[in-house]
């Protein structure tokens, strides 16, 4: 069965500074992999998805997610956190039928 | 949120209740879903359906049921063999035939058991 873990319930990070949001998956054959954003109240947004190709995919906001197949990883990464970041973010791994299973999602906190 | 409508944005049912949430796309996807949200478990799969007249259960199917009599609408019913149907609900589509894969979610309807 197709299952991602999202291992921190909670990152707190400084304006300015890196953030990165982990996820470990565990699946059978290639792993098609997603992160969503869910702001207070809202539905979720995609921000990137992870197919096939380069280990490090783009997506909006600035943000980018690193594969890593050996370490059956895709975490998320911005550079330079903003205020505006604070959210819930989801890992997901793609299973039959296209649905999605999802991680428990981890709270971002970015403080001013 | 894209293309995708749900409504109510609250919603509040009496015990004993069936309720009716709404979810239309504009977006011609062939495959909506339906997910349930509860704090700290992420989204649970509650129906899918890829053509219409067609649906599937997901993880948590029971005390639901759904409907697919139009490409653009999928109406999910919360029936009162639903124990504990408190919850935030997220309705989805995706376009098969791009072969995306990306799924893109409604704004939700928050459903409160009174």
């Known amino acids: 069965a197709q299952s991602v873990a999202q291992p921190e319930d909670q990152v707190n990070v400084a304006e300015g500074n890196p953030l990165t949001v982990k996820c470990t998956y565990s699946?059978?054959?290639?792993?098609?992999l997603f992160w969503y954003v869910q702001y207070p109240n809202r539905g979720l947004q995609f921000l990137l998805k992870?197919?096939?190709?380069?280990?490090l995919v783009k997506g909006s906001y600035g943000f980018e997610a690193e594969f890593n197949k050996s370490q059956t990883s895709f975490h998320l990464k911005k550079p330079s956190a903003l205020v505006s970041d604070s959210a819930l973010y989801f890992c997901?791994?793609?299973?039959?039928?296209?649905?999605?299973?999802f991680g428990a999602g981890t709270q971002v906190v970015v403080t001013p | 949120d894209g293309g995708i409508t749900q409504s109510p944005k609250y919603l509040f049912r009496k015990e004993g209740q069936n309720v009716t949430l709404s979810c239309e796309q504009n977006?011609?996807?062939?495959?909506m879903y339906w997910y349930r949200q509860d704090p700290g478990q992420g989204l649970r799969l509650i129906y899918y359906?890829?053509?219409?007249?067609?649906?599937q259960k997901g993880d948590i199917a029971e005390g639901y049921s759904v409907s697919r009599e139009k490409k653009e609408s999928f109406p999910l019913t919360v029936t009162s063999a639903q124990k504990n149907p408190t919850a935030f609900y997220l309705c989805?589509?995706?376009?098969?035939?791009?072969?995306?894969?990306?799924?893109?979610f409604g704004p939700g309807t928050r459903l409160t058991v009174l």
């Open positions: 989805a589509s995706r376009d098969l035939a791009g072969y995306t894969d990306t799924q893109y």
């Open positions: 699946v059978s054959g290639n792993p098609y």
């Open positions: 992870y197919i096939t190709g380069d280990n």
């Open positions: 997901a791994v793609k299973g039959g039928w296209g649905k999605l299973q």
């Open positions: 977006l011609n996807h062939d495959a």
């Open positions: 359906s890829q053509i219409v007249n067609d649906f």
